[in-house]
């Protein structure tokens, strides 16, 4: 296709659109689509390691390999799927499926009562994506580049849907402390049990505000992806992509890596107790610091590398909308689904969690405002990034 023009006759109209993919091409385009993808000998190992009883510690760290590349996997075939459906649908699917591992791992841990590791796992994705992706995508592109340029515009528009999202867990951890007044040793959810009054009220709040905040999420959806999505486009003119699979083994693709994910977050989620145990290692650390990488690494990888290309608007897409997805998208969505299967999780996430996540939303907030990037606003996103993890650890 990049041959026209150049010389070479063009094809004959019909002929411009290339034979769809077969079955057997679509699967090849997508287990070799990285050398990330080499990580997938550890989803075998995981279940072996599982029902032949290797202990705790080989179930965490095999699941959490495993979960690297499916993650990877995840993303392409959606990412394939979008290109058939259009730019609305395709637009939606992504949305919907970008954090599906950030979900689902969410979801297991939910049904298993551990509320703390939600909380955390959610709050460290958002942080990882604003401060980890974002501030080493800065530092990469500042070493090609004096400055990177990009929509300032859309870049505001989604900073100040974090603030909005980073208002919702201030108001519940105020309401929280206007309540226990005098009483501080009342911090997270598995003490509010013992204040019945005070859950009911966070309980009250939270699910309320969950279902504003999808609301929100639609909207914004709206906003990028139709009625303002000139906005979020590269002003650099974008080259077609060509599908690597067909729509049917993409689509079946995604239900297979979301159904083997599952079992592996499964198996994840049900270490992490006797792991945190057995190396001394805080369970807040693994849910806040560790569990992102999961779900993140081959997000970090592309926006990094789109970042060096000058492809900003890419990098800002990839980092700040991930951390609105699951801010805006799947944290409310976790909220409600356990109002159904009866969990009392609140969007009180404690006081050290809330300070850390408004910090880190108004750092972002202002180094965006003015569409220009260079290294040291990457260095001063990542050293917070550094100093909320050494905080972490030693809580």
Same mark, same amino acid.
């Given at each position: 296709?990049?041959?026209?023009?150049?010389?070479?006759?063009?094809?004959?109209?019909?002929?411009?659109?290339?034979?769809?993919?077969?079955?057997?091409?679509?699967?090849?385009?997508?287990?070799? @689509?990285?050398?990330? &993808? #080499? *990580? $997938? +000998?550890?989803?075998?190992?995981?279940? /072996?390691?599982? =029902?032949?009883?290797?202990? %705790?510690?080989?179930?965490?760290?095999?699941?959490?390999?495993?979960?690297?590349?499916?993650?990877?996997?995840?993303?392409?075939?959606?990412?394939?799927?979008?290109?058939?459906?259009?730019?609305?649908?395709?637009?939606?699917?992504?949305?919907?499926?970008?954090?599906?591992?950030?979900?689902?791992?969410?979801?297991?841990?939910?049904?298993?009562?551990?509320?703390?590791?939600?909380?955390?796992?959610?709050?460290? @994705?958002?942080?990882? &994506? #604003? *401060? $980890? +992706?974002?501030?080493?995508?800065?530092? /990469?592109?500042? =070493?090609?580049?004096?400055? %990177?340029?990009?929509?300032?515009?859309?870049?505001?528009?989604?900073?100040?849907?974090?603030?909005?999202?980073?208002?919702?867990?201030?108001?519940?951890?105020?309401?929280?402390?206007?309540?226990?007044?005098?009483?501080?040793?009342?911090?997270?959810?598995?003490?509010?049990?013992?204040?019945?009054?005070?859950?009911?009220?966070?309980?009250?709040?939270?699910?309320?505000?969950?279902?504003?905040?999808?609301?929100?999420?639609?909207?914004?959806?709206?906003?990028?992806?139709?009625?303002?999505?000139?906005?979020?486009?590269?002003?650099?003119?974008?080259?077609?992509?060509?599908?690597?699979?067909?729509?049917?083994?993409?689509?079946?693709?995604?239900?297979?890596?979301?159904?083997?994910?599952?079992?592996?977050?499964?198996?994840?989620?049900?270490?992490?107790?006797?792991?945190?145990?057995?190396?001394?290692?805080?369970?807040?650390?693994?849910?806040?610091?560790?569990?992102?990488?999961?779900?993140?690494?081959?997000?970090?990888?592309?926006?990094?590398?789109?970042?060096?290309?000058?492809?900003?608007?890419?990098?800002?897409?990839?980092?700040?909308?991930?951390?609105?997805?699951?801010?805006?998208?799947?944290?409310?969505?976790?909220?409600?689904?356990?109002?159904?299967?009866?969990?009392?999780?609140?969007?009180?996430?404690?006081?050290?969690?809330?300070?850390?996540?408004?910090?880190?939303?108004?750092?972002?907030?202002?180094?965006?405002?003015?569409?220009?990037?260079?290294?040291?606003?990457?260095?001063?996103?990542?050293?917070?990034?550094?100093?909320?993890?050494?905080?972490?650890?030693?809580?």
């Amino acid at each position: 296709m990049w041959g026209l023009g150049h010389g070479q006759p063009a094809l004959p109209s019909g002929d411009i659109h290339q034979a769809e993919p077969t079955v057997r091409e679509s699967i090849n385009a997508l287990v070799f @689509s990285g050398w990330i &993808n #080499l *990580l $997938l +000998v550890a989803v075998p190992l995981s279940f /072996a390691s599982h =029902f032949a009883g290797w202990g %705790s510690t080989a179930d965490f760290v095999i699941s959490f390999i495993a979960i690297i590349p499916l993650a990877s996997l995840l993303g392409d075939a959606t990412e394939q799927c979008s290109i058939k459906l259009g730019q609305t649908l395709g637009g939606l699917m992504n949305a919907t499926f970008g954090n599906a591992v950030e979900a689902i791992v969410g979801i297991i841990a939910l049904i298993k009562g551990e509320l703390r590791i939600v909380q955390t796992s959610m709050l460290g @994705s958002i942080l990882s &994506n #604003l *401060l $980890l +992706v974002l501030g080493c995508s800065f530092i /990469a592109g500042g =070493f090609k580049f004096k400055e %990177s340029q990009f929509q300032a515009t859309a870049a505001q528009a989604s900073s100040s849907l974090m603030v909005l999202a980073c208002s919702t867990l201030v108001i519940p951890a105020a309401y929280h402390a206007s309540v226990t007044q005098g009483e501080p040793d009342v911090l997270f959810v598995a003490n509010l049990v013992k204040k019945k009054d005070d859950l009911a009220g966070l309980l009250t709040i939270s699910r309320g505000t969950a279902i504003i905040l999808i609301f929100c999420y639609a909207s914004y959806l709206v906003f990028q992806l139709k009625s303002h999505a000139y906005l979020f486009e590269d002003e650099q003119e974008a080259e077609e992509e060509e599908a690597k699979m067909n729509v049917k083994t993409a689509v079946g693709a995604l239900v297979v890596i979301t159904v083997v994910t599952s079992f592996c977050a499964d198996y994840l989620v049900g270490a992490i107790e006797e792991f945190s145990n057995d190396f001394h290692i805080p369970k807040v650390f693994i849910g806040l610091i560790l569990l992102p990488i999961v779900g993140n690494a081959a997000e970090h990888v592309t926006s990094v590398w789109m970042a060096m290309k000058g492809k900003m608007e890419l990098t800002i897409g990839v980092s700040v909308g991930s951390s609105i997805q699951i801010a805006v998208g799947v944290v409310p969505i976790l909220v409600i689904v356990a109002w159904i299967i009866d969990r009392d999780l609140t969007l009180f996430f404690g006081m050290f969690d809330t300070i850390v996540l408004f910090l880190s939303t108004m750092l972002v907030n202002l180094l965006v405002q003015d569409g220009k990037s260079n290294y040291l606003e990457g260095i001063m996103l990542v050293a917070l990034y550094l100093i909320i993890a050494l905080s972490t650890w030693v809580q």
